[in-house]
């Protein structure tokens, strides 16, 4: 059947390797998005700084995604991944230590460093191993794993903050040790999934660089990249600040309303591998981007914790779909040897978008979160033009 081509893919031990990583990567990393915003209130911080806490390791990344995606592709996916994470763990020790903002700006900007995380590296390796056929089904199953964690991890860190022993400080102690847990397993089971390249054979990444830029699909799919992370970023931290200052929700109930984006997440990147996989990808991409807009044009009618909830669990299936059919379309349009540096392009437009978000802060000072949430429906709306002005390659 076709809707059991995702989980054929997991017969091949190294494609269950590597699922495994999105899984414990996300259910450790999303039980501190899910309080990430509320822990810097604690902490004294102001909405521009709860905005550059959020944005600095993307600037950060911004400079470093495509010289990382260049040393996947020339020196090999794992020792930049094992690098990536060591970083994020060092930033994670002093965020759970953090005595005030200024030290979750320091947090910050040293996970800046690990060039934008380890999903670019991920998704290259994946795209290194699959078929082209495959491709569609394998990205799926890596995202759906992904989508997993990132489930429990807010499940996980509700109940624990359910506990009266447990505080938002110990979340990231917590999480100090699953990390390191992660990294151990790094070095021991994963494998190097990129041919050597023999020091004539070495390519000139600036032709590369070039080359995918000049590509009319690959432009289109920056484009939309950059303004639907700008969209996303406005209705993940700006609900959370929301929710606390103007509803006075709990800091459980707040960390709760990620289990609800979380399981739209999962549940649309199952389906987008099973039930939707025959769906055209324009047609599908379109439909989530809308979906998105309107997930941001309705943020500002929320008034109680139940609308909320309906908010981001349609921003959840907006973003798993968009998430999953983009990263199908950079693997069709690039090669093992360029693929890395697609993949971080792709990645340096989305964090290019999630950093604009800190142009905001004077709008949401100054005219409250109302128009945040239709910047936010109007920008995802409008990332369906360069889709619709140009028709990606099948």
């Known amino acids: 059947m076709r809707g059991c081509v995702m ?35 604690d902490l004294g911080a102001n909405t521009f700084q709860v905005n550059l806490i959020s944005t600095i390791r993307q600037t950060m990344g911004i400079f470093l995604l495509v010289p990382f995606g260049i040393l ?4 090999g996916r794992k020792p ?6 060591a970083l994020i763990v060092l930033g994670t020790f002093i965020y759970a230590f ?38 569609r089904e394998a990205i799926s199953t890596l995202f ?14 509700t109940l624990l903050l359910a506990l009266p022993q447990i505080t938002l400080r110990s979340i990231y102690q917590i999480q100090i040790i699953a990390q390191i847990g992660i990294l151990l397993y790094m070095v021991k089971q994963l494998h190097e999934t990129k041919p050597n390249t023999l020091e004539s054979e070495r390519i000139e ?13 690959f432009q289109s799919l920056l484009v939309m990249s950059f303004l639907y992370f700008f969209s996303r970023s406005i209705i993940n931290t700006y609900i959370p600040i929301y929710a606390r200052i103007d509803l006075n929700l709990s800091d459980v109930e707040i960390a709760s309303l990620s289990i609800y984006r979380n399981l739209a997440i999962m549940l649309i990147r199952f389906l987008s591998a099973t039930a939707l996989s025959k769906i055209p990808i324009r ?9 998105g807009g309107l997930s941001g044009f309705t943020g500002f009618l929320a008034n109680n914790y139940i609308s909320l909830v309906l908010v981001l669990f349609t921003s959840g299936l907006s973003y798993g779909a968009t998430a999953i059919l983009g990263n199908t379309l950079i693997a069709r349009n690039s090669t093992s040897q360029n693929r890395g540096v697609a993949n971080s392009l792709y990645t340096f437009a989305q964090s290019t978008g999630n950093f604009t978000l800190i142009f905001t802060s004077p709008i949401a000072d100054g005219l ?4 945040m949430f239709l910047i936010s429906g109007a920008t995802a709306l409008l990332a369906t033009t360069p889709i619709l002005l140009r028709k990606p390659n099948r």
């Open 368 to 371: 409250g979160f109302v128009p």
């Open 283 to 291: 047609s599908f991409l379109i439909s989530a981007l809308i979906l």
């Open 72 to 75: 996947s592709d020339r020196l």
């Open 7 to 41: 989980f054929a893919t997991l017969k091949k031990p190294v494609f269950m390797k590597i699922c495994a990583l999105p899984f414990s990567l996300m259910l450790v990393s999303s039980m501190s998005w899910a309080i990430a915003v509320l822990y810097a209130l």
């Open 205 to 217: 990444y600036r032709i590369h660089i070039s080359d995918l830029l000049h590509q009319r699909h």
């Open 98 to 135: 953090a005595g005030d903002p200024n030290h979750l700006l320091i947090a910050s900007f040293v996970g800046g460093f690990a060039g934008g995380g380890v999903f670019p590296i991920l998704l290259s390796m994946i795209g290194d191993i699959a078929k082209r056929g495959e491709r």
């Open 80 to 85: 930049m991944i094992l690098y990536s994470r």
């Open 144 to 157: 759906l794993f992904s989508s997993i964690g990132m489930l429990l991890g807010p499940i996980i860190c």
